[in-house]
């Protein structure tokens, strides 16, 4: 069974960094696309950074760019988020993502998705 | 960037009848190289992730049931419930994954009339 389990989110000053992690399990955590995707309280969806299987295309959502950083480590089989210069804006639960094409090239559907973690950023 | 445009934000189905949702692109999803449109359905009930339900705009996710269809062509995509049943009760958003930024509906909320 896959099982994607976020953590790192907490209540953080504007201006601050945060990273969150993203522990996977039940598959070939290496094949395999990753993303991120936030949703604040009550609104809709928005994308925030993909990373393919092999690291070789990472992108991010121009409202994130410049400050987020995603990587993985597919040795622990874990996702990052290094999220820094944190705004009011970027406050919502941020779900990690497993893309359902296996060694694909291009983008694929988002097959699994994680409880997500809360990220507040208020001072 | 792709603009999906959801319509409409929200609708009242009677149990057991239809409930159809729209979704546009602002341009076409439609790959030349494999003739697929690279659009998805989710369904995201209260207090939960999303889940995918609709994918290549057509094709059902393994275990969603057939109650649920997805259809369209171009830059015009609709997913139906042909008989709503009371656990359908869920925001639903369509998604496309042709090029980045990645980008969603703004969601339609549907439920019980």
């Known amino acids: 069974e896959v099982q994607l389990v976020e953590s790192g989110g907490d209540l953080i000053q504007p201006g601050r960094s945060l990273r969150l992690s993203c522990a996977a399990s039940g598959f070939s955590f290496r094949d395999f696309a990753m993303h991120w995707v936030r949703q604040a309280p009550g609104k809709g969806l928005e994308w925030v950074s993909g990373?393919?299987?092999?690291?070789?295309?990472?992108e991010y959502a121009d409202s994130v760019k410049g400050r987020f950083t995603v990587s993985r480590d597919n040795a622990k089989n874990s996702l990052y988020l290094h999220v820094n210069s944190l705004r009011v804006d970027d406050t919502a639960f941020y779900y990690c993502?497993?893309?359902?094409?296996?060694?694909?090239?291009?983008?694929?559907?988002?097959?699994?998705w994680g409880l997500g973690t809360l990220v507040t950023v208020s001072s | 960037d792709i603009v999906m445009t959801q319509s409409p934000d929200s609708l009242a189905v009677s149990l057991g009848e239809r409930a159809t949702i729209n979704c546009k692109s602002s341009q076409s999803v439609l790959s030349s190289f494999n003739n697929r449109h690279y659009l998805a359905w989710y369904m995201q009930k209260p207090g939960h992730p999303p889940k995918l339900l609709i994918y290549?705009?057509?094709t059902r996710e393994s275990g969603v049931p057939d109650r649920f269809s997805g259809s369209g062509s171009g830059t015009d995509f609709t997913l139906s419930i042909s008989s709503l049943q009371a656990e359908d009760v869920a925001v639903y958003y369509c998604?496309?994954?042709?090029?980045?930024?990645?980008?969603f509906g703004g969601g339609t909320k549907v439920e019980i009339k």
């Open positions: 998604q496309q994954y042709y090029s980045t930024p990645l980008t």
């Open positions: 290549w705009a057509s």
């Open positions: 990373i393919t299987w092999n690291s070789g295309n990472i």
């Open positions: 993502i497993k893309a359902s094409g296996r060694r694909s090239f291009e983008w694929s559907p988002f097959e699994h």
